[in-house]
């Protein structure tokens, strides 16, 4: 199975590694479009490079190597990310040009699977002589002289861990040979062996071995093992780390690493010559990898000047600027401690807010974060609180031991953000604090997405407009990561340095209102900020269903940049304790915020469960210039504005999005059009809809609105017609089980649609109540509608009609279903109908409509309608001749 499996994997992933010693080293190169190139050597990290071995049937990857060659080579670029998250290589190639190859090394003999790294796993081994595949090796043919040596040969550090079935268990073959190695062979095929004629091993056995990493991160030249220049010891190679694309929140993972505190700064500094360095894949970090499996080669002069605090440190908080306190001094022999509540003040909180780079201390609890059976530190702080580092405040001996549960400190300082130049705190320019500098973030094409970390972090509502502003001049700006942003880190986390930029982010909070929970920007519980002077004084409240209404769902929809209220109901986006809006708002519906509007005191309290208001409002879109509203030109709102939207890199998925928001089915193809002049338009960042968020979450902030690329984008959908209406004439009764025609008339049914393409036919389709078979008539669509005539209604005919619309527009063919029409036939007393009722009628009508006839004759002739009319309590052989006139494959006696 597994070498099926393996060869399958082979056959499918056209990769190979040329000019090294065995096929399981060298120079990687791929096969695509029919073309084997060298790939790009840009950011790989052990994690591809695994894949790379597996898919070669070779055993662990143990190095990789980046070769430098004097020409531009043209190359084939996998997308690390995109093989990162499983995707099999020929799905991530893209074309690219570089100078920078591969070089790997895959061991052939010996690989470790189903780890947690690539230092531990199921051990497997490999004979070249042989041509079996892969065999486990069994728990007492391997000791731990045996391990050391597979460890040295993986690049590893000591062995750890040795047991049965660590790693998980197999049918597979086993070795068939103990290992009897002396310990310093170089590999574990170089050991002795003795032969054991082993098949089998009991469940259980088959060895599982962790190998610690023999490698790590360091600091040089610092005041403390805590600061200096950053180094990494990886694959046996000391190299300093390339300085470029680090966040806080890699730091702050490398700091944990080396046993310090906190991460305070990270500087990128620049060196007047390129060397090789190891490189970071921040991506790789974000996503959660181990930092030391996205490490990659890279040639680079820049390197990273790391400072981690040597004294304190935050655990387990939501971000870099909270959680609980520990702290630990030089005498204290590297033990951390935690902080009693007793002990601990505001004014200690703004100390090590400070040092740590944060904005000022909102929260200080015991407990908040945690709570632990640590050492409790033994002095009573007493910071004056202007002091530069915890640990030089003046403290007194507390000669506490032990602390009461629930009081070891908890900190949240405030996230150092700021929003300048705007009417309130929650709108203006993007500004942040960093390394001790208050300075504009820079960033380019933000996303509502952005925004709305911003916005949380301000702890100011839903997030409403993000746009750059234009500075006259360039400045230094925070860079920031905008793929760390996303994966749910504080916009401090996720600072990379400072540039020369002149774009400024400019954003709007909406102040007083959010929504919490819900699957978009434009849903979630409702709540509603007090508007107390003091921004301290204020909170969330939930409101009540019954302070609220559709008036004020609009209100909230707009105050918000979304379109309007679809959904109101209690408890829609979950439930809470929370405090309640204590009165009903009474908005008009034309006011521009919720807060504007008129509210009577419902000195209310409490709230039955399930009331909280939960809300969903529309996303701002349209079809436009269309015949329909599910095809045509797509515009959004944003910031108070139609415009049209930017056809780049739009495909079909995208627009499946649109159409399924509108209700309109899904989408069936994208086209674009051209402008005689320049327009503004919105640019959609398409990742961000596939990632699926809401098509107004990921338009892309930008300075200039002129700027059309590709054209205007199209959108056409699956229910791009409307509803046809079904009627019928000839009724003689209509009651609860739908249209009653009378045996023996004639009766007609009537298909029309509203003109919107021309052409186009119509289906009926009649589901018999007799036999329950199905039937279908055609007719051509004359002027938007069709008639279809029975002559003679039988019980056959008692059943369910539907009218189908079909037409040929756009290159394609649409269709829409009308309502379903009942109809039953009665049946009339004998008597009644053939003595008195039949003749009668017939007399009279015939000679009502001879007059009637005689008298609109020439004038109405062309209308199908009136003759039908004539002919219809006659019953006389209509349906064969209006049949033919009008293509109903309907004779009395089909049905
Ligand atoms: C098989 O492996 C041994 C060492 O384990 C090596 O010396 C020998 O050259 C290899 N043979 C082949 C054909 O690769
Ligand atoms: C891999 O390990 C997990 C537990 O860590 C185990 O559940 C799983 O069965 C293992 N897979 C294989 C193929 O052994
Ligand atoms: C220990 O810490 C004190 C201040 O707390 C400092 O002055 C001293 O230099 C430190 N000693 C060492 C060896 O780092
Ligand atoms: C971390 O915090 C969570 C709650 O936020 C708590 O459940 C958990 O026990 C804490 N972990 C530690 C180690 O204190
Ligand atoms: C703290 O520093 C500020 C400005 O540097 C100063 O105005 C203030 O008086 C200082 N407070 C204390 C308690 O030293
Ligand atoms: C920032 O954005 C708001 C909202 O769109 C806008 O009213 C304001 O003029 C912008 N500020 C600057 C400086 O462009
Ligand atoms: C958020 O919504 C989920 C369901 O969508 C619900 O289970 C959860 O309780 C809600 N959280 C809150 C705080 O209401
Ligand atoms: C006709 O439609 C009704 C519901 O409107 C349904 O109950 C009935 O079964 C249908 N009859 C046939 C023959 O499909
Ligand atoms: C109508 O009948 C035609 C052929 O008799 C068939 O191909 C078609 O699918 C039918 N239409 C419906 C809606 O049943």
Redesign the pocket.
Known sequence: MDHVLLLLLWTSEPVRLVGGDSYCAGTLEMKHKGEWRPVDGFRWTMKEAAVVCRVLDCGSAVSIGQKRISSILSVWGIRSNCVRTGSALRECVTSSHSTLTLNFVCLDSVRLLNGTGPCSGRLEVRSNQSNQGWSSVCEADFDQQDAEVVCRELGCGAPSALQGALYGEVEAPFWSEEFMCGGHESALLDCRSSDLARTTCSPGKAVGLTCSESEGFRLVGGDTHCAGRLELKHEGDCRSMDGSYWTLKIAAVVCTELDCGSAISTVQREESSERLTWGINSNCVHSGSAVRDCVSPSYSSFYLDLTCSDSFRLLNGTGLCSGRLEVRSNQSNQRWFSVCEADFDQQDAEVVCRELGCGAPTALQGALYGEVEAPVWSRDFQCGGNESALLDCRSSDSARTTCSPGKAVGLTCSEPVRLVGGDSRCAGKLELKHEGEWRPVGGFRWTLKEAAVICRELDCGSAVSIQECEESSERLVWGIDSDCLLSGFGLRECVTFHELYTFIQNLTCSDSVRLLNGTKLCSGRLEVKSNQFNHFNQWWSSVCEADFDQQDAEVVCRELGCGAPSALQGALYGEVEAPLWSKEFQCGGNESALLDCRSSGSARTTCSPGKAVGLTCSEPIRLVGGDTRCAGRLELKHEGEWRPVDEFDWTLKDAAVVCRELDCGSAVSILQTQESSEIPVFWINSQCLQSGFALRECVMSSTNDYEIFSGILNIICTDLLLQPVISVDGVSHVGQQGSQVVKGFSFTISCSIHPQYPGGFF?L?FTSSFSNA?H?YTQPAVNHSARFLFHAAEPTHQGNYTC?YQVYVFSLNFSSESQRLSVSVSDPTVFFLKVVALPLTLLLLSAALYMYYKATRGQMFNRQEDTELVNYPLGVGAAEEEGDVLGVHLTSGEI
Do not use: D, P, R, S
């Open positions: 289906q389709i199905e279908n189908v």
